[in-house]
């Protein structure tokens, strides 16, 4: 996911909609993707990548030149889940978390971080990398083809999968260029989703199709 939206500067967890950008909405499509009804899915990863206002306003925090990374991988694998329960993990225990682990994202002694690992790669470049690697890659867009026409589930054996989402902002006609060829556009019909039900939606269209458990 990118937003073009999230910020650091100046973030107020009492007034989370405003102050951070809209913070709460990643956190909600983070717990859409990794979140079970009855416990973490450990098969899959979400990555944010973040604008760069954020990128520039943690690296003036951290006190140093501009960051070598351009995202942050977050999985069940993630210090802090394997420290709490799926059932205490609330969204303002997340966002806590998330702007704490952006703090000190530098500690290499950091022990509840939400992040799995960082990301070097710009959101074009890794998402290349995955499309180039056999990776089943898709981007959520309106004017895609519509998800039904895929075979998501011939043959019914696991796969790698991307989807690929942007903020309520959505991608601009320069942005969409810069996506590999190799990525198929998609979506999910002429209804508008919140992106933690578009999220919830791709998940229930995959477990239908016997593709995830």
Same mark, same amino acid.
């Given at each position: 996911?990118?937003?073009?939206? =999230?910020?650091?500067?100046?973030?107020?967890?009492? %007034? =989370?909609?405003?102050?951070?950008?809209?913070?709460? =909405?990643?956190?909600?499509?983070?717990?859409?993707?990794?979140? %079970?009804?009855?416990? &973490?899915?450990?098969?899959?990863?979400?990555?944010?990548?973040?604008?760069?206002?954020?990128?520039?306003?943690?690296?003036? &925090?951290?006190?140093?030149?501009?960051?070598?990374?351009?995202?942050?991988?977050?999985?069940?694998?993630?210090?802090?889940?394997?420290?709490?329960?799926?059932?205490?993990?609330?969204?303002?225990?997340?966002?806590?978390?998330?702007?704490?682990?952006?703090? %000190?994202?530098?500690?290499?002694?950091?022990?509840?971080?939400?992040?799995?690992?960082?990301?070097?790669?710009?959101?074009?470049?890794?998402?290349?990398?995955?499309?180039?690697?056999?990776?089943?890659?898709?981007?959520?867009?309106?004017?895609?083809?519509?998800?039904?026409?895929?075979?998501?589930?011939?043959?019914? =054996?696991?796969?790698?999968?991307?989807?690929?989402?942007?903020?309520?902002?959505?991608?601009?006609?320069?942005?969409?260029?810069?996506?590999?060829?190799?990525?198929?556009?998609?979506?999910?019909?002429?209804?508008?989703?919140?992106?933690?039900?578009?999220?919830?939606?791709?998940?229930?269209?995959?477990?239908?199709?016997?593709?995830?458990?």
């Amino acid at each position: 996911m990118c937003s073009s939206t =999230v910020r650091f500067e100046g973030y107020d967890l009492r %007034n =989370v909609p405003t102050s951070t950008g809209r913070a709460d =909405v990643i956190m909600r499509v983070m717990k859409s993707a990794l979140f %079970n009804p009855n416990g &973490y899915n450990s098969n899959i990863a979400f990555i944010l990548f973040p604008n760069s206002t954020f990128l520039s306003e943690l690296s003036r &925090y951290l006190n140093h030149p501009p960051l070598n990374f351009n995202g942050f991988m977050i999985s069940t694998n993630s210090p802090f889940f394997t420290r709490i329960s799926c059932k205490n993990a609330s969204e303002h225990s997340l966002l806590k978390a998330f702007y704490s682990s952006c703090k %000190n994202v530098d500690s290499t002694t950091q022990k509840n971080t939400l992040f799995d690992r960082l990301v070097d790669l710009n959101i074009y470049e890794c998402t290349a990398f995955l499309a180039n690697n056999d990776v089943d890659s898709y981007l959520l867009v309106e004017g895609g083809t519509l998800i039904k026409e895929f075979n998501l589930g011939i043959p019914k =054996v696991p796969k790698k999968m991307c989807f690929i989402l942007g903020d309520q902002k959505g991608f601009s006609h320069l942005e969409l260029e810069q996506f590999s060829p190799k990525i198929k556009r998609i979506s999910l019909g002429t209804t508008s989703y919140l992106s933690s039900t578009t999220i919830t939606l791709v998940k229930w269209i995959l477990w239908k199709n016997q593709i995830i458990s």
